[in-house]
Structures are given as structure tokens and as C-alpha cells.
């Protein structure tokens, strides 16, 4: 190794080990490119089955072996294994030696059984035999009976906890349900915790989130400027052909890209690239479908000539109060295919331009590689240290990525809240949620990081198909993804243990460390458990930097009230009454704006709200159509200055009164709680400069009101 990429190796460890102390960091400025609109033919089809046969690697579903457990692929997976330890340089130990890689939070073992990869030790139904240790106190029971393909990474990780799994469900009661898709995998949890939250999903389908995403533009242009301009389809088709139109004839040199995705579709399925509003398929048949059009980011980072994205593990351990964090290691997937500039000639090749594993799997050129740094799915560590050895700064990149994690959740985080007390309103019993999200951000050339997407149900498979002969295909173990995955899972399960006291509430005190969690008195066992575990790979992010983003949970404010409007009956909308009620205990009607003007107002924007989300359970006033009433009743209350100080003018105004009407404990408990800070000092600093459609929409009616 050279002394130059020796001494990379050691700066990068320093740095990954307390990385983004200085996260509130902004980005680079440079904008995303803007754009603009060149007449051209539709791009031709992207679908799935022509992308794979356009593939060299055929696959045959007869010839396939699920070969996991067999000696075949046990024996693959030792030497993958050793390859793997090589890959880090890294010697085996004794049997009961461990070895930490600083600052990932990963261990290596003497023994490649302590992943778990020896049945015999585990009797039926995962009841563990051997050690005393663990017979001494009560386990912590695990339901895995719903964690579908997760199953493999859950049932290593409650292993090397020591942990009791319950792989068919239990009749009484467990500590944890680990679910594979939803909160409603299992019904009628009453106790526990469950690893999803109630609608999730939902809230991380494109189209909401580019609008949860939207709402914080508006308020915070520069904060938000992470995730590229997009336009929700059918609704806005006129708005984002009109803008690119405008835009083409400012400046006729600028040939912009758009990347079109199905709202609900996944794996790069579906997805197709444009470079004019004319090419949109959804508008060619009578079927309308709906979609997210996005700015394609034309110049991403490459490595190896070839675009590349980063998967991220995030764990939201509760949304109240708020507590975020952040995998320190991840995943890399390469194209297949170099990268160049879309062009109309390449528009259809997915292998260029789409980095989903699923697609890039059935190139010819896909390479599975047993080493963490090569091949098409690298660890992010790995491409970290190529970054850094080439002299860039891995920490900015690092704490940027940190912020938009921050952002994006506290995007998200008002209207989970609403789901979760529709679902578990207060003083019924229900289970606590956490859940582990997969965040997919692009690197832009300058370095910027990029959100893509958020995925509700991240792939744990620790997995993949491999040719293992001419059309043979079997399932073999994967080291990238079992190092990754099993850690997330299992450092999730550490924290969420519910043996342990709070180590959130004594960070939250006096700053104690992260990794050391606290166990109950006199459990010794415990403590030498925890203490023989690999430190967390799951560095927590928030409330750790809360001071740098509490400012921007306005919009959680917004949807508190909402919440106090709504009651605790298991709804999500609040009626024409309610939204009454909210103007008159608030003190926001007078003579100028009566409460017939109340009337008009509410049934005006429920009414386009609910057009423009047509499978909504319920009739009513839903959280984002409150915030546009909001953000209009501020304009009107505070016209002299800008959205966000109108916005924050109003609620302050709204917290006062509340507060004056018995709702005081609440209000300021819940401050307290989230340490959500009602006037930020730089709040002035900024200024407002982004497109505010329902804002101005909001002003047009205002004087028609
Ligand atoms: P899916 O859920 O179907 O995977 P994504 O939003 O993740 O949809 O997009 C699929 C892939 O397309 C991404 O992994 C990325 O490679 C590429 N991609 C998505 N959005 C953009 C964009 N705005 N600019 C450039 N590439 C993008």
C-alpha cells in the first residue's frame, strides 16, 4: 500500500469517525442545470422486457437453483468471506478476538460462524441453546413471521444479539414485530414496537414526496435546492410545458433532460427519459397515468467513466420527539454502461443512465466482485477513500449528505405525524414505530449531493443471483450487502431494544456517547453482550444537530395545530367545523375577513385538493390543503414580508393564542420535547426567491375574496 493512499486511509478514518460536526453546511452553489426545450422525436420505449433482452445475460428460471444454506454456496460463501477479510487487510483473529474497523462501526470475528451461518446452534423456531448467559434474563422476543426478504439479515442479527425469534408469530405478545412491507402487516398490535410507520408508504411515493419536498421549497429555496425541480403529472402538464417553453425562448442553446417515473413504480421500472414535454407518453393514449417529471441531472460524479449512485441506510427511531440516524456505511451501484451527456441517440440505454442493481444485474457487463471496492455494487466507504486519495473533501461531501437526510425527514415528518395519530391516536393503545429508510442520492460532478429518492422498504437481501455456469443460476451469498444490511438491521435492533434505557435521553442530557447504551442495573450479562458487539454502525444524526435544523420545522408547526384541530378519533381530515374552530380560537376572522370568507376559503381548497388526490380515504381538509390555508392567511395577515416571515409571524400568533386557551401544556411541552426554536436568530438572513405556486394562487384568491 503507498504511503500516500496509507496516509488517505488514516485522514478518512478520522473524519468518518466524527463526521459533519459542522453539518449544517450548505452545498456548493451551483444551481442544477436549467431547463430548456429542443423539438425532438418521443424517446423510445424503456420497458423492462426489452431492456433485458437487449442484455447478454439470459436468465433461466428452470435452471435456477436456490442454493442459500447448501454446501455448495456455504462453501462460495467462506471463501467470498476470506476474499472479503483481504479486501480490508485485515488478519484473522482467535475465536474470540474481535477486530473494529474504526469508525464503521464493522467487526470482524475469529470465526465466520458468529454471523450467524450455524444452524445447529439455534434449535426450532430460533429458541437459542447454548449459552447460559442468555437463559439468565428474559430475551427480547422478535416476530419475524411478516419480514419476508429481510428474513435472512434479521434472523443473523437477532442471532448475534442472542435475541429470541418468533418466526410464526407468537399468541402472546412480543417486544418487536419486524414487518417486511407496511405497519398493517400484522393488525391489532397493542404493545411493542412495530419497524414501520402507518403511512410511510404512502408519504415516499414520488409524487408526495416531490410534494412534502415542494412545501419546504417554498419556505426554504436555498435549504431545499437538493432535489431536482420536478412536476407532478397529470396536474401540471401545463405548467411544465409552458415553463420549458418560456425557458426555450430565453435562451434556444440549452437542451435540457427530463426523467419521467410512475408515481408508484420501483426498481427503475417504467422510467423513461425526454427531452421535450411533447414526448410524454402518459398524454399519447386516453389512460393519464400519474407521474413525477424531473430535471435529469445531466452531469453526474463518475467513477471508472461509469454513473454511480449512493444507497444510504437511514433509521427514524421515533418522530416524537424526533430522532434520526445515519448508517455510516452504505452501498455504491455502478452503471454498466459509460456515461455520456444525454443525447437523442442514447436516450434509451438504461445501462448509461439508470443505476438501479435490478436493471444493471441483466447487463452482460454487470461484474459481481468479491472485493468491497470493485465491481458494480461497491461499499461507500470504498468510493469515499477513491475520493479522498484523489485529494477531495470527503468530510463536506459526508456532512452534506447528513443535511439533506436531516431535511428530507423533517420534510416528511408532518405528515407522518398525522398518519401515526390517525392510526394510534393518544390514549389507545397501540405500539411505537421506527423504521429503517433507504435514502438514493446522486453525487453531481461538483460533488452536490442529489436526493432521487427515498424507499420506504429498502432491500435487506444479503443475496444475489449469480451465473454460476452457462445458464445456471443460483443464489449466492453477497459480502457487500451481508456487511452492510446485517449492521443496519442489527444496530437498529440494539437501539430499539427495550432492556436498555433511553441512550437518546442521555445523549440528549449530558452528551454522553452514542455507542455506549446504558443497560438496566445488575444486568451484567447485558453489559457484557453489549460491551463484546461491534460499536453502532449507525451514527445519530438527530437530535444531535438539532440546533442547525430546528428552524426549518415550520411546517411540523403548522401540522401540530392541524393535529389539535382534527381530535383523536382516527381521522385525517378536518371538516368545515374544525377548520371554523381553528380560525375563531386562533382570533384570525374580523370584520374584513368574515367567517362566510372562512367558508369560501375552506371549501375552495378542499375542493382542489381533493381533485388533485383522488384515492383519498376520507372527505375533508388534509394536511397539505391546511398549509396552503395557512401560508394564504398569512399572506393576507403580514402582506409586507416575505413567505417564510409571514408564515412564522402566523404561527407564533396561533401558538399564543392557543396557549392562552388551555392548550398551554401541550404547546410548550411539545417545544421542549422537539427543542423546536419559534425564532430562529438568522431567520431574516435569508431570502425567499423560489416559485410559489399556491402562495400566489392563494394571493389571486384573496382578492377575490
Ligand atoms: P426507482 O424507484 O424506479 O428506482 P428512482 O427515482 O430511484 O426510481 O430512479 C431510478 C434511477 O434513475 C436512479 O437510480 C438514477 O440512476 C436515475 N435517476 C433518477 N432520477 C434522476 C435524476 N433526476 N437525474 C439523473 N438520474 C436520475
Redesign the pocket.
Known sequence: MSEHYEKVKVQLEEQMKAPAEDAGGEAPADPPPAPALPATAPAPALSRSARRETSRTSVHPRNRSKSRGKASSRDTNANVRQDWDKCKGLSRLGSEQMLQIKGTGKILQGKTETNGSKEEDRGENGKEKGSRVVQKRRSVTVDTSKAKTSLEALKLSIKQLKWKEFPMGRRTACDIYWHGVSFHDNENIVSGQVNKFPGMIEMLR?INLSRAVRTMQELFPEEYNFY?RSWILPDEYQLFSTQIRLLKDNDSTLKPTF?V?PDS???????YLIRDPADLRAFSGAQVKQAVV?????K?LLIDKL?F?IRLYVLVRSLEPLEIYIAKEGLS?F?TEPYQEPSQKNLSHVFM????YSLNIHSGNFVHSDSCSTGSKRTFSSVLYRLASKGVDIKKVWSDIIALVIKTVIALVPELKVFYQADIPPGKPGPTCFQILGF?I?LMKNLKP?L??V?ANPSMRIEHEQEVSPGVFEYVPSPVDEEVKVGVIRDTLRLMDPVQKKPHMANLLGGASEEAIAVEAGSEERVRLVESLPSLCLKQVFPKYMKQFNYLRMVERIADIFLRFLGVKGTMKLGPTGFRTFIRNCKLSNSSFTMASVDILYIDITRRWSGMVPDSREAGMGLQAFVEAFFYLAARRFKALPLREQVLSLLELCESALEGQGHVEKSRAQKQHSGINPAPPHTTALLITGSNEPYLNGLMRSQQL
Open positions: 414520488k431536482p426523467i417515473k413504480g420501483s426498481q427503475g421500472d417504467g422510467i424531473q430535471e435529469y441531472i445531466q453526474p454513473k449512485d451501484r452503471c443512465h439508470l443505476t438501479n438514493d446522486l442529489v432521487l429518492e424507499n
